[in-house]
């Protein structure tokens, strides 16, 4: 898997450009999308970013050692009881407060503390996922100095169908957040991931969370201005044979061959996050050729057909493409109905990580 590092840089630079007027924060939640909290963090800060989110106390804690002292990291499903709180408020990471129970710990933990302990606040404009709804957000700042306690740092909500530009939920989720904006007006607001900040300026708000156009994704299917790509992921050829017309290929024998063919074992499967619902559907590329999978992926390899190619062209160790210029992580994501967010988080695990084009050591590669 290689990641290029000047396009994570740009990407982001991209988007500043989109959005003069606000900030735009970067969401680098399950290790940056799988590609490498730790590495890709560190070029988004220098690329200017401040606000960082993630989803859980222990992301924050792992990442924060690779940022500079004065970003932000906010943790976006809130605090666990039992601990979490004390231990963020110790290393001053944010919490997003979502639900009554989570501000009435940080609200406990600030008198006990006799601290001001700030926060984000979430509520509900109509995805049913996280936040406060209308009453719940009255009543947490009818609290006794709730906001002088708690200072609000984000009053932030999301959207749930951002990747449709013309539906109406956005139009109402935008209208719903001004409801509740209206009671904290200073308050800097947050409500666009990817597709927001790429199609609807409206949800824009004073603070951006995108994440996967960051990674070189464009979300949606419409024409977008297009992300700079960040990812590339090669595979080995294993082995290369000659199977008879009848033979089967892989478990189940989910493929039979209808003639004499020519197949070769790709050293990529399941386990490293390429998916098992590409079999006897998906493909991988060598040289302009596209070549298709033969029955079921394996945990470790799956079989494709080579037949097309010139005998002797292809052999153990050379590479195909999984990812690169001819398959995009959309292209993927559309072929097994899936979203491109779940194809890049399901890589990170197995394959070995390069990062090309670190600005800081003159574009040499580093390895993980
Ligand atoms: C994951 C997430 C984002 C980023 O979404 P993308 O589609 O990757 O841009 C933004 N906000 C919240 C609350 C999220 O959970």
Same mark, same amino acid.
């Given at each position: 898997m290689t990641i290029d590092v000047a396009a994570i840089a740009a990407n982001y630079r991209r988007l500043c450009g989109m959005h003069p007027a606000a900030r735009v924060g970067v969401v680098v939640k399950a290790d940056a999308y799988g590609l490498g909290a730790a590495q890709i963090a560190p070029v988004l800060a220098a690329a200017g970013a401040r606000d960082f989110f993630v989803a859980h106390l222990a992301e924050a804690l792992a990442v924060k050692p690779f940022l500079p002292a004065d970003v932000t990291i906010f943790v976006l499903n809130g605090l666990a009881p039992g601990g979490e709180a004390i231990c963020a408020a110790e290393k001053n990471i944010i919490p997003v407060l979502n639900t009554p129970e989570q501000a009435r710990d940080w609200y406990a933990l600030t008198v006990d503390q006799s601290r001001v302990l700030p926060a984000a606040l979430q509520v509900d404009t *109509?995805?049913? !996922?996280?936040g406060l709804d209308e009453e719940e957000f009255d009543e947490v700042l009818g609290w006794p100095a709730f906001t002088q306690k708690i200072p609000i740092r984000l009053l932030m909500s999301h959207m749930a169908?951002?990747? =449709? %530009?013309?539906?109406?939920a956005n139009t109402d989720q935008i209208a719903r957040l001004e409801r509740f904006c209206a009671r904290l007006p200073s308050v800097p607001r947050s409500l666009a991931n990817s597709a927001a900040a790429m199609f609807l300026p409206d949800a824009a708000g004073d603070v951006l969370r995108p994440g996967l156009v960051l990674y070189g994704v464009d979300p949606g $299917? $419409? *024409? =977008?201005?297009h992300m700079r790509p960040a990812v590339s992921l090669e595979a080995r050829v294993i082995q290369v044979r000659d199977i008879p017309a009848g033979a089967g290929v892989g478990y189940g024998f989910d493929y039979i061959a209808k003639f004499p063919l020519r197949t070769a074992t790709v050293s990529a499967g399941y386990a490293d996050g390429? %998916? !098992?619902?590409? +079999?006897?559907r998906g493909g991988v590329w060598f040289y302009g050729n596209r070549l298709p999978i033969l029955g079921r992926v394996s945990m470790d390899s799956c079989v494709v057909d =080579? $037949?097309? #190619? #010139?005998? *002797? +062209?292809? *052999?153990?160790?050379d590479r195909v493409e999984l990812i690169g210029p001819n398959q995009s992580v959309s292209d993927l994501a559309m072929l097994i109905g899936t979203t491109p967010h779940e194809i890049l988080t399901g890589l990170g695990r197995r394959f070995s990580k390069v990062y090309a084009n670190r600005p800081s050591m003159g574009g040499e590669e580093m390895q993980s």
């Amino acid at each position: 898997m290689t990641i290029d590092v000047a396009a994570i840089a740009a990407n982001y630079r991209r988007l500043c450009g989109m959005h003069p007027a606000a900030r735009v924060g970067v969401v680098v939640k399950a290790d940056a999308y799988g590609l490498g909290a730790a590495q890709i963090a560190p070029v988004l800060a220098a690329a200017g970013a401040r606000d960082f989110f993630v989803a859980h106390l222990a992301e924050a804690l792992a990442v924060k050692p690779f940022l500079p002292a004065d970003v932000t990291i906010f943790v976006l499903n809130g605090l666990a009881p039992g601990g979490e709180a004390i231990c963020a408020a110790e290393k001053n990471i944010i919490p997003v407060l979502n639900t009554p129970e989570q501000a009435r710990d940080w609200y406990a933990l600030t008198v006990d503390q006799s601290r001001v302990l700030p926060a984000a606040l979430q509520v509900d404009t *109509g995805m049913s !996922r996280l936040g406060l709804d209308e009453e719940e957000f009255d009543e947490v700042l009818g609290w006794p100095a709730f906001t002088q306690k708690i200072p609000i740092r984000l009053l932030m909500s999301h959207m749930a169908c951002a990747d =449709v %530009p013309g539906a109406r939920a956005n139009t109402d989720q935008i209208a719903r957040l001004e409801r509740f904006c209206a009671r904290l007006p200073s308050v800097p607001r947050s409500l666009a991931n990817s597709a927001a900040a790429m199609f609807l300026p409206d949800a824009a708000g004073d603070v951006l969370r995108p994440g996967l156009v960051l990674y070189g994704v464009d979300p949606g $299917t $419409t *024409g =977008v201005p297009h992300m700079r790509p960040a990812v590339s992921l090669e595979a080995r050829v294993i082995q290369v044979r000659d199977i008879p017309a009848g033979a089967g290929v892989g478990y189940g024998f989910d493929y039979i061959a209808k003639f004499p063919l020519r197949t070769a074992t790709v050293s990529a499967g399941y386990a490293d996050g390429w %998916p !098992r619902s590409l +079999s006897s559907r998906g493909g991988v590329w060598f040289y302009g050729n596209r070549l298709p999978i033969l029955g079921r992926v394996s945990m470790d390899s799956c079989v494709v057909d =080579v $037949t097309a #190619l #010139l005998k *002797g +062209s292809i *052999g153990p160790g050379d590479r195909v493409e999984l990812i690169g210029p001819n398959q995009s992580v959309s292209d993927l994501a559309m072929l097994i109905g899936t979203t491109p967010h779940e194809i890049l988080t399901g890589l990170g695990r197995r394959f070995s990580k390069v990062y090309a084009n670190r600005p800081s050591m003159g574009g040499e590669e580093m390895q993980s």
